[in-house]
């Protein structure tokens, strides 16, 4: 993939070649280079590209509802946009949190997919969610520099805000499974999240949130333990396997096609063997010349092909005046 320069770089890069400062032989060995990607086989991969993708229609369809539903409820422009959708261990995720945080705990279920203490983290910038809670209380959206904890009140507003995701998440799901959304617990504290191995995969989502002039993130977390069940329904529904046939039906169909088969015409040609001239011999030949094979006199096996194929080895006779090949042995 083609990286795009910033007006600075290419600046940079011009001023360079004025000045014959540039080692074009640097650039020729570093271009040339073989390009490695780092693969580490002690955590391999968990989600394949097509989860990933998956996830992605899910949470934009998420991320454009619950846009109009801000929108409505804070009577403000707010705009939402996927940034990202990548895999990584849960440790990696944990460590880039402050240790002030705002993350609901969401479960999810499905009794009849037995998907059940299923949990994502959905966290949320604090700048977003003061912004969100002034204008709730009446205010203009602009006092969201506070450097302090939610106060009880708070976390009430904000438990009503993570409870109008929840039918939002269903209805994102909705077009794959059916599934119930629960809002478990609001932590605000990142050092007290311990419900996850710190070694699982996750996946992460990463939704820019605009409201007026002002931008933050929602990060939404996805272990590879609640996915795992979603992932089954969802390739038994949509992904179609390889069908494997009952094995008296496969015999009644090879011999329908067999029969079919049966009255096509093959060419049959007995070589008796081959050798290579040049087109001055070729041109100079007479009635009488006499052209040596590559086969020994003392083997008398013809090769036999069918079209273009060896198919058996024999031995050249007659048959009622005709020449003839009897079979020896099938290649």
């Known amino acids: 993939m083609a990286e795009i320069l910033s007006q600075q770089q290419i600046d940079e890069l011009l001023g360079s070649l004025q000045n014959g400062n540039m080692d074009f ?27 990933l993708k998956l996830l992605d229609n ?41 240790d002030s945080v705002l993350v609901a705990v969401i479960g999810m279920h499905n009794e009849e997919n037995r998907i059940d203490d299923k949990q994502i983290l959905m ?29 009880d ?14 039918g939002l998440l269903k209805n994102a799901w909705g077009n ?12 605000t504290n990142s ?40 992932f089954r329904v969802f390739n038994s529904k949509y992904v179609k396997l390889p069908k494997r046939d009952d094995p008296e039906i496969e015999r009644r169909r090879r011999e329908a096609i067999m029969r079919t088969l049966n009255d096509s015409p093959l060419p049959v040609s007995a070589i008796l063997g081959k050798t290579e001239i040049t087109l001055r011999d070729l041109l100079n ?15 008398n096996l013809v090769t036999v092909n069918v079209g273009k194929f060896p198919w058996f080895t024999g031995v050249i006779g007659s048959k009622k005046k005709k020449y003839a090949v009897k079979i020896e042995k099938t290649l």
């Open 176 to 187: 794959y499974i059916e599934i119930e959304h629960s809002l478990d617990m609001i932590e």
């Open 25 to 51: 032989k640097e650039i020729e060995k570093q271009s040339g280079s073989q390009k490695v990607k780092e693969y580490d086989f002690m955590s391999p991969k968990k989600f394949s590209r097509e989860q």
């Open 285 to 299: 030949l007479q009635v009488g010349d006499i052209i040596t094979l590559n086969t020994p006199v003392e083997n």
């Open 123 to 151: 966290e949320m910038s604090r700048p977003v969610s003061f912004s969100i809670m002034d204008r709730l209380l009446g205010g203009n959206g602009s006092g969201y520099q506070i450097d302090r904890d939610y106060t």
């Open 58 to 98: 899910v949470f934009d369809s998420f991320a454009r509802t619950y846009s109009l539903q801000l929108s409505s409820m804070l009577r403000t422009a707010c705009q939402m946009e996927i940034l990202q959708v990548e895999e990584e261990e849960y440790r990696e995720f944990n460590n880039a949190l402050s």
């Open 153 to 166: 009140i708070e976390l009430s507003l904000l438990e009503y805000l993570f409870k109008q995701v929840l």
């Open 191 to 230: 050092r007290l999240m311990q419900s996850i191995p710190p070694d699982e995969s996750v996946a992460i989502i990463v939704i820019e949130m605009t409201l007026d002039t002002l931008k933050g993130n929602m990060n939404i977390c996805l272990p590879a333990s609640s996915l795992e069940e979603i």
